[in-house]
């Protein structure tokens, strides 16, 4: 199985592989932020009072959460482009990086508004009746008492979100690329052995949930601290 | 001081107020009794704007509280407090953090005189000691003593509660009603939904019974305690006192 271990397991390659780790764990911290960014947004827009703002929000998370990522990443960079040519007239030479960013932003941001809607919905009805009471406003009560205590309720939802965007950055290897993935198959294909670079891949993104896991649960209690 | 005036609320199918009235004067305590479902908190709900009923009008020194006059209408509110049963107090913030929280935000108070204040509203209610506490570390009774206290940092003339002691344990009712006793002896008008008839005794001036969404009776608290009129007020007063 394993027929070129020796030849895989050298310094170079592993500093490759740990190259190709740092791109699939800065894809996904980018796309993590922009996509709370996002979650925000859709979350504000889901509980608008305004009708067109409420559909905007389902009509997103319901598209993205309905199509598979790899699908969204193709048809993202196929599309840009096109648009591009149509608009300047001239060939744009694509940063398949930025595209896989911007395509796992959108899907993450789908996942974000659900994520901050249901904490914000988490929180007891009574916090808001209470403020109304004292006679906050609905912004100072948000601000105030609500998301503080929503805060608390997104974050692990959120750390697994992020684990499972340091996963999915793999299928950015379909556009070319060179994240974790896409090294370890080059590894693959350069010494006829896929095992081997596959299996330190798996190492790799172990190493990252892993310790993304231990960090959350470290921070979730903190948080509980005044529970 | 308030003047409730034909007021209706429906909540889908079921009537929960049809057609109630009631005036409640400056200094009063006034008891809101009845079986559950009778309508008391939806009526209490209703005064402080927490429900907006679907008939009706409520005044305020003579002028209406009306929804749509909206820098008017959060003026008036402001006039009440309001205490919950579930206490709704702030867990992520401190005793002293949940007093003070309003006064800066709404009153516009310094840091250094909101916290004076709540400071001797803390004292008042006997828990001074306890206000750099998270409320989760606070026994039932002293939550709603805090709540109490949030809410007379806002300087009301006016005191509503939704049966402030239902939720707590029984060895801890005491020294709730205790405090609300004290606030009677100072003046303050209240309207109290309860099921504490000893309180609505001994510490109300009048009792307004309810039941099925209508006020059956409204009479002084020892008038009505000793000589009910009505057959349903006769029928609770029968089913709430065990002897």
Redesign the interface.
Known sequence: MFVALDKVFTMENVLYLGKGALISLGMAILSLLIGLVLGVLGASAKRSRFFILRAIGNFYVEIIRGTPMLLQILMLFSVVPSIYTAITGNVLRINVYLIGVIAMSINSGAYSTELIRSGINGVDKGQWEACETLGLSSWQTMKLVILPQAFKLIVPPVISEFITLIKDSSLTSCIGAIELLKASQVLGARYYDAMSPYTLAAIFYLIMTISISYIGKHVEKRLAASD | MIRVEHLQKNFGQLHALKDVSLEVDKGEIVSLIGPSGSGKSTLLRCI???EKPDRGNIYMNDELMDPQNKEKY?EQ??H???V?Q?F?????MTVLDNLN??QT??LGRSKEEATKKSLELLKRVGLQEKKDA?P?NLSGGQKQRVAIA??LC?DPDMMLFDEPTSALDPEMIKEVLEVMKDLGKHGMTMIVVTHEMGFARKVGSRVVFLDHGEIIEDAPSEEFFSNPKSDRAKDFLSKVFYE
Not at chain 2, 88 to 92: C, G, S, Y
């Open positions: 402080h704007g927490l959060r509110r402001n009440m407090g309001f919950f579930h709704n107090l702030f867990p992520h929280l309003a935000e709404v998270y989760n949030r809410a806002m």
